[in-house]
T-cell receptor
Framework: DAGVIQSPRHEVTEMGQEVTLRCKPI?????LFWYRQTMMRGLELLIY????????DSGMPEDRFSAKMPNASFSTLKIQPSEPRDSAVYFC????????????FGDGTRLSIL | SQQGEEDPQALSIQEGENATMNCSYK?????LQWYRQNSGRGLVHLIL?????REKHSGRLRVTLDTSKKSSSLLITASRAADTASYFC???????????FGKGTMLLVSP
């Protein structure tokens, strides 16, 4: 089975530009999570969805961040406008259950905002 | 904070030696999970141990859980250079629907 697929793997853009990160979860997984990883703060949960519905977005740092899940096989995380402090690795993960089943991670998008 | 601590932050050993990493937490858990992250890759699930379990094994991995001390340990026996990675514990706290990840232990296994 294919794992979680994220695109792009790397993104370099200038401050102020819109950035869109994409994720395809594993088929049959009802939960989808977006995380951000930095050296300083470690792995932070930004938002998660259950059956395509956003459940908790309290980790989204600012209104510049938004996430959607239009169907069970696709989700996006958008940053508009982007800032240098948004530079990080962004991971998408999916699971059959929120906490009682393992989470399966994509290989992440390494985002650099210049 | 529910995060607790992981220690050590970094561990350097020789191939063939055992590696032990520890994870502590502050509030009650439903389960605790260990993940591995190789450089430039996503996290990979290793073992899940439930709050009513004390020990689990998977190949060269052994995980223990002591709920009275609110701590868990991951033991990798007979380590190999390929075990070089960061290892994270993730706590599933009771009453919550998401995992809380620690900052991890960076393990370096030298040939």
């Amino acid at each position: 089975d294919a794992g979680v697929i994220q695109s792009p793997r790397h993104e370099v853009t200038e401050m102020g530009q819109e950035v869109t990160l994409r994720c395809k979860p594993i088929s049959g997984h009802d939960y989808l999570f977006w995380y951000r990883q930095t050296m300083m703060r470690g792995l932070e949960l930004l938002i998660y969805f259950n059956n395509n519905v956003p459940i908790d977005d309290s980790g989204m740092p600012e209104d510049r961040f938004s996430a959607k899940m239009p169907n069970a096989s696709f989700s996006t995380l958008k940053i508009q406008p982007s800032e240098p402090r948004d530079s990080a690795v962004y991971f998408c993960a999916s699971s059959r259950d929120g906490i009682t089943q393992p989470q399966h991670f994509g290989d992440g998008t390494r985002l650099s905002i210049l | 904070s529910q995060q607790g601590e992981e220690d050590p932050q970094a561990l350097s050993i020789q191939e063939g030696e055992n590696a032990t990493m520890n994870c502590s937490y502050k509030t009650s858990i439903n389960n605790l999970q260990w993940y591995r992250q190789n450089s430039g890759r996503g996290l990979v699930h290793l073992i899940l141990i439930r709050s009513n379990e004390r020990e689990k094994h998977s190949g060269r991995l052994r995980v223990t859980l002591d709920t009275s001390k609110k701590s868990s340990s991951l033991l990798i026996t007979a380590s190999r250079a390929a075990d070089t990675a960061s290892y994270f514990c993730a706590k599933a706290h009771s009453g919550y629907s998401t995992l809380t990840f620690g900052k991890g232990t960076m393990l370096l296994v030298s040939p």
